[in-house]
Each structure stands twice: as C-alpha cells, then as structure tokens.
C-alpha cells in the first residue's frame, strides 16, 4: 500500500502513523485525568466490588466496541472512516450525526480535559485555581499548540503523542509498583454511605468510568493517515487492553488503600494513596504533575480524531468542503484543525465566564453522550455491512454473524441510557443543532449540480 490514500485526485493526507504511533494515540486518547479522578467518584457512586465490576465492564465493553470498529473501518481490504462506513451501511444523514455527534464530542471533550488538568496544576501555581485569567489564557495557549503541531504535520505530532504517552505512564508505573504496600483487603468491606451498597448501582457506576475510556477509537478514525491496515486492529487492541488492565490495577489498589469515606471526600485521590503509602508529602505535587501532563498528553490525540472527523465530513460532503482542505506541502487538514482550534477557544471563553465546575461536569457528560451517539451509529453500521455479506440469511446466521457487534450496540445502548433523561435530551438537541448545516450543505450541493 503506497504512502498516500487514494481519494479520486484530490491531494490525499499523508500515511505517516506506524504501529507504536497508533498504539500511542489510542493509550494517549484514553488516558487522560479521568482515571486520577476515578476512585473518587466510584467511591460517590458505588461500592468497591460494584465499582471493579463495572470498570471490568466497562473495559470489556470498550474492547467490543473497539473490535467493532476495527472489523467495520477494514472491511474487504480497504481503510475506511467510521463515518463513511456509516453512509454505506444507512445512507448521508444517519452519516452526518454519526460524524457531527463524533466531531463534537471531540472538541467538547479537549476543553473538558484541559479544565481538568489545570486544575491540578494549580497545585504549583495558584494562581491557576478558580475562574482566573491565567487558566483561561494558559488553556488557549495549550489548545493552539496542539493545532499548531499537527498542522505542522501528523508524523511530527504523533512522535510527540509517543513521547506525552511514555511520560504518562512512567507515574502509573510508580503507583502500581508503591500502592501495594499499605493494600489492605479490609478497605473493600468500607462504603462511603449506605445508599451504595449492593450491585444495583453498577449501571450507574459504569457510566462514570466510561469518561475514562473514551478515545478506544483513535486510531481507527485516523485509518486514512495509518501506514498500513494491519496496523489499525494491532494498534487498537493493543492500545485498548493496555488500558484496561492498567484501570483494572489502578481501581485494586486505590480501593485497597484507603477506606472509601476517605476517598469520596478527596480532591487528588491517588496523590493520597501514594502520600499514604510512602508517609512523604511529596506524592501530592508528584501525582498533581503527572495529571497535568496526562491530561495535556490526551489533548494532542483528541485533536488529531477531532480534525479526522472533520475532514472526512467535509471530504463526503456532508459538511462544508473546506474542512476537506489539505496544506499543499504539509498534507495536513489545515482548515479543519483550524476550526477545531477556533471552537475549543470558544468552549474556555465560555468556562472562564461561567461557573467553571458546573460547566466542567456539563461538557464532561455531554461529550461521553455524544460520542455514544457515534459508537451506537457505528455499531450498528457494521452489523447492516457484514449482514450484506450472509450467504444464505437467516437470524441464526445474522446472530452468528454480528454477535460481537451485537454485544457492542447493547452496551452502547445500555450505557446512554445510564446517562439519565437529562443528559440524554441535551444529547439529542445537540443532534438537532446540526440538522440546519447539513441542510444548507445539501443545498449547495444541489445548486452546484452536484445531487439531484
């Protein structure tokens, strides 16, 4: 496979993503400051055997999802988009929320993300606490040099995703290898109020850890930047077990340390397990930096799947061509990062003049409600693709056929409908919103002589 994609004569995107570069972005866009937050909101909602089982679920469902994703963009030998796999499966408008819900929920989440990892960098620098100038201005600086960089090219970009990912980990290391010296079996009997205990409160439990996982589906979405095929299910699955079995351990341990009265009431928990474990008060800055590096490591990935999604929008015709724009010596999709800059500095303007926490839990919660959107759509465009397939149809073959993928839509199904009614309602206004693009799109197209 050569080193550009074909798409019909227009200057393709450069194939420049080998396979330690796409197990970065997917380990990259899925660990960010959500799992440093974790212990302490399982602990709110759950027990800590309910909460381990619904980060288990959580973890296996994300896998399925991520293989489903994988068999869809590879189907038949050729690297495709999730959104263009969707236009085959139902046609442009199933495809145009597919991408819009994807689009969104991406640059929703990079404000998300960078409020969080602030916020733990205030613990060097005070005067980043609260709604402050300084975090407003910091958090536009940090947004445009992630545009900036991968304007600058993908190869480039990605090179320091592999570096942000090793130094994201080498902190985990330390806490996996520290926090099983005070681990005390003890710890998982404590509950932080009565109202969770038992097992009915795993589905809510496993919404709140999937904020965690979200970003399984990088690499796929960048498939037309991968070097080769092969790389996109290696690289998925591999990125997405590391994870999961880094979550598995990271939720043991932090359950095992501390009861979990002290961790429902803590702002930093896993730097009060490491200052537990070791009795030096360094754990707090050392744990306070290594979120704010994580966090600001998944920004640069999230950016990459954000400016993907756009472009293939824009290439299909189903938003605006430019976003389809390449940089004619940097092959790099120049007008959709610029966009995605132009929001996400949008989204700080209106963190920094709102009340910040309300809003960091808002878009936190309707970014994992949008991407929901886009992985229930994609599950269901591989199951309608490999039905297609079904020599002699019947349900015993459909079943055989797309059981994976069936799993996958009833977690994806399940899990927006843990979101709660509210949450699910912003979902679908967000969903209407972009209804009027996609209709002025068409219409252009139509007056172009393009569509009939």
């Not at 995107?13 to 899925?30: E, N, Q, T």
């Not at 038949?76 to 959104?83: K, T």
């Not at 929320?97 to 960078?114: L, P």
Request: aromatic letters at 12%.
């Amino acid at each position: 496979m050569g080193d550009t994609l074909n798409t019909g004569g227009k200057q393709a995107l450069k194939r420049d993503i080998g396979l330690f570069s796409a197990i970065a972005i997917v380990v990259g866009s899925m660990i960010g400051s959500g799992i440093f937050m974790a212990p302490q909101g399982l602990a709110e909602y759950a027990n800590p055997t309910a909460g381990l089982i619904a980060m288990a679920l959580t973890g296996i469902g994300s896998l399925l999802l991520a293989l489903c994703f994988v068999k869809m963009s590879t189907m038949d030998g050729e690297l495709v988009s999730p959104i263009m796999a969707t236009q085959r499966a139902f046609g442009e408008l199933p495809a145009f929320f597919s991408g819009w819900a994807y689009w969104c929920g991406c640059w929703v989440a990079n404000g998300t993300i960078i409020l969080g990892g602030l916020n733990y960098l205030s613990y060097f620098f005070p005067s980043l606490q609260g709604n402050s100038l300084a975090k407003y201005t910091l958090s536009i600086a940090i947004i445009w040099f992630y545009t900036l960089l991968n304007i600058r090219g993908v190869k480039e970009s990605s090179r320091f995703n592999l570096v942000m990912t090793i130094v994201k980990l080498a902190p985990i290391a330390l806490i996996l290898i520290v926090a099983p010296m005070r681990f005390s079996s003890a710890n998982f009997a404590s509950v932080s109020s009565e109202d969770v205990v038992g097992m009915g409160v795993i589905p809510i439990a496993m919404t709140y850890t999937l904020w965690s996982f979200l970003g399984f589906e990088g690499i796929v979405v960048n498939a037309a930047e991968i070097k080769n095929i092969n790389m996109v299910k290696k690289g998925t699955v591999i990125g997405t077990c590391i994870v999961i079995v880094i979550y598995l351990l990271l939720t043991v341990f932090a359950a095992g340390n501390l009861p979990q009265t002290d961790l429902v009431a803590s702002e930093s928990p896993f730097a009060d397990i490491l200052q537990h474990s070791t009795g030096v008060y360094w754990a707090g800055g050392f744990i306070a930096l290594a979120v704010a590096l994580s966090a600001f490591g998944c920004i640069g990935a999230w950016i990459i799947s954000a400016a993907s999604a756009a472009y293939s929008l824009g290439e299909q015709g189903l938003m605006p061509q430019k976003l389809a724009t390449v940089h004619p010596k940097l092959r790099t999709p120049v007008t959709a990062l610029l966009v995605n800059g132009i929001l996400m500095t949008f989204i700080m303007l209106l963190a920094f003049f709102t009340q910040e926490g309300s809003v960091y839990n808002f878009f936190l919660m309707l970014s994992t409600l949008a991407l929901l959107v886009f992985y229930v759509l994609g599950a269901a465009a591989e199951i309608a693709l490999s039905g297609r397939g079904i020599k002699k149809f019947n349900v015993w073959n459909f079943i055989k056929c797309s059981f994976v993928s069936l799993i996958a839509f009833a977690y994806a199904v399940f899990t927006v409908y843990g979101s709660g009614a509210e949450y699910v309602m912003y979902g679908f206004m967000l969903l209407l919103i972009g209804i009027p693009i996609y209709t002025y799109v068409k219409l252009k197209r139509y007056h172009d002589g393009e569509i009939t």
